[in-house]
């Protein structure tokens, strides 16, 4: 079984969303999968369920420092590692982009600048993070109110507005996270 690690040691990056988006996208092309919720405080749409015969987990983790981190990305074949575009996601980017160093995680790890919009703000974290991220993947997720009101609705922001901003960029990290856990891209 392939295990997808979604995590930040930081809260409100959007590690739930991505978590349940990775499970729609599975489910949408018949890929049996576990998906495993850590995080206490709840936020996704999917409960936790494992079942015998998961071709991969995907796996939400507690916006939280965690004694066990750094054996979860140990664990994980990929690692995506959410975080938002302000100041503020600095340090704890930092902190768990040496997480993942000290995992040895390099070519599995995927960073999503989430709630990304057309502010100065977004255009210079990113050309920040483009010198500090080790040349991993760096994709964007748009600021939109189509993932609330998909998530209300209980599905994916896929289903919701397919032809959406936020969908296509959605379908895109799906793909790239499949490709990265070795399956064929969602159509």
Known sequence: MVNILVCNQKGGVGKSLIADELAFSFERSGVPLSFIDLDA??????????????????????????????????????????????????????????????AEKSGKVLYVLNGWNRWRASSDFLEWFRETSGGAPILKLPQSEQFVQASAGGVSVVEYARHGTAARATLELCNKVRKLAGFKPEK
């Open 41 to 102: 405080q709840g936020g996704t749409v999917h409960q936790t369920a494992q079942r015998e015969d998961a071709q991969v987990a995907v796996i939400d983790t507690p916006g939280a420092l965690q004694q066990q981190l750094k054996d979860w990305i140990s664990a994980a074949d990929v690692v995506i590692i959410p975080t938002r575009t302000t100041s503020r996601d600095i340090e704890p980017l930092q902190r768990m982009q040496r997480a993942v160093q000290s």
